[in-house]
């Protein structure tokens, strides 16, 4: 039998350990170790070949929703959202910036505003993660259908 607790602690471990390995949700610029985009490449990038495809930001943005969907109803409502762009603001903070090499701010494609596309004020998962492909074509600078360093100012 399932504690009240273990309901709470639970989910709120998991959350912890996905958003260890999701939460990377900006395309941090990592401007103070020189590499602008490289804290996106390695948190994104599930291959490891230096790019992260549609495929791979798919997967991402599910775990990513999965990770802040703190009652697991299918919605990222506006109380989630709080916790999630403070969780992004700190990854911003902690990773050099929020910026790829045009000055737009790619964290913008993960707010709730971005995702909503029926405007109802909640984000379902369908909707966060068919967003995926107009926030990766946004990223996509070089236009090759996968981001890179050179997305971000940066050759190989």
Same mark, same amino acid.
Request: proline share 2%; net charge negative.
């Given at each position: 039998?399932?504690?009240?607790?273990?309901?709470?602690?639970?989910?709120?471990?998991?959350?912890?350990?996905?958003?260890?390995?999701?939460?990377?949700?900006?395309?941090?610029?990592?401007?103070?170790?020189?590499?602008?985009?490289?804290?996106?490449?390695?948190?994104?990038?599930?291959?490891?070949?230096?790019?992260?495809?549609?495929?791979?930001?798919?997967?991402?943005?599910?775990?990513?929703?999965? +990770?802040? /969907? @703190?009652?697991? !109803? $299918?919605?990222?409502?506006?109380? &989630?959202? =709080?916790?999630?762009?403070?969780?992004?603001? #700190?990854?911003?903070?902690?990773?050099?910036?929020?910026?790829?090499?045009?000055?737009?701010?790619?964290?913008?494609?993960?707010?709730?505003? +971005?995702? /909503? @596309?029926?405007? !109802? $004020?909640?984000?379902?998962?369908? &909707?966060? =993660?068919?967003?995926?492909?107009?926030?990766? #074509?946004?990223?996509?600078?070089?236009?090759?259908?996968?981001?890179?360093?050179?997305?971000?100012?940066?050759?190989?």
């Amino acid at each position: 039998m399932e504690t009240t607790m273990s309901k709470i602690v639970f989910p709120s471990l998991l959350r912890i350990l996905v958003l260890g390995a999701a939460l990377p949700l900006t395309v941090a610029s990592s401007l103070a170790q020189g590499r602008m985009g490289e804290h996106f490449i390695e948190s994104w990038d599930q291959d490891g070949d230096g790019y992260v495809t549609l495929t791979e930001a798919e997967s991402r943005r599910s775990d990513v929703f999965a +990770a802040f /969907d @703190a009652n697991d !109803d $299918g919605y990222l409502d506006a109380e &989630e959202y =709080v916790l999630f762009d403070e969780a992004r603001e #700190t990854d911003m903070r902690e990773n050099g910036g929020h910026q790829n090499g045009m000055g737009m701010n790619p964290a913008n494609g993960m707010r709730l505003q +971005a995702n /909503d @596309a029926d405007g !109802d $004020g909640k984000v379902s998962k369908d &909707e966060f =993660v068919g967003n995926t492909k107009l926030w990766m #074509t946004r990223l996509d600078r070089t236009g090759d259908g996968r981001v890179g360093l050179e997305d971000f100012g940066r050759g190989r």
